[in-house]
């Protein structure tokens, strides 16, 4: 069923298309970036397409091309039970202006898939209502999931927030949940600049 949808892509968007491959009866459409949004748009709102729900939307590196980034958003229609594979290209080959149109305003799911995907890839979703960091933390640098991100890569310390209510409760010590390298950071002893962890009798005790 999903070739209707190609075919309706095909005959309305004849020069956006770039190209279609068919796996197992899963179809996939590229198209041009400056179309994806109006693209999408169209398979959302057609009655033939009924595309009403965006199941996932992530990316691919590929650092030999140009462009370099393929962005994927898995469409699926509830009404109709078919879907489809819809991918653009974005990005140089040394990953810069990796601009893609949002398609939050098409799909609400987009909002944090288009984060996630900016923070892995350093794509960004231009119009997006809140496009910043969902899986790291805003002082990490570069985007891990790239294919030139360095494996061996050691992300700076980062001080800790001064924020109201930071603090931890018992029966939890100050260290419990702190990254490794924190309590090894300074002197390269466990726990060293906060003194070490007490044990559950030494906590009940003072209970």
Not at 164 to 187: C, V, W, Y
Request: hydrophobic residues 40%; contains cysteine.
């Amino acid at each position: 069923m999903a070739k209707i949808l190609v075919d309706l892509i095909q005959k309305n968007f004849p020069s956006a298309l770039i190209e279609t491959t068919a796996l197992r009866g899963d179809e996939s459409v590229v198209i041009e970036a400056a179309a994806w949004k109006t693209v999408a748009r169209f398979l959302r709102d057609d009655p033939r397409a009924s595309m009403e729900m965006l199941m996932d939307l992530s990316a691919v590196d590929y650092p030999d091309r140009d462009p370099r980034f393929e962005v994927v958003a898995h469409l699926y229609s509830v009404s109709r039970g078919h879907r489809l594979r819809l991918k653009t290209r974005v990005g140089d080959p040394l990953g810069e202006n990796v601009r893609c149109e949002t398609l939050t305003e098409l799909w609400a799911s987009a909002n944090w898939a288009e984060r996630e995907t900016y923070d892995m890839f350093g794509i960004e979703f231009v119009g997006h209502p809140d496009l910043r960091r969902i899986l790291m933390y805003p002082e990490f640098e570069g985007y891990p999931l790239r294919k030139d991100y360095p494996a061996e890569r050691i992300q700076p310390l980062v001080p800790y927030r001064d924020v109201p209510n930071i603090e931890k409760l018992a029966p939890f010590s100050l260290d419990e949940g702190m990254p490794f390298g924190r309590q090894t950071h300074a002197t390269g002893h466990r726990g060293a600049s906060i003194g070490e962890p007490k044990s559950w009798a030494d906590r009940g005790a003072e209970d």
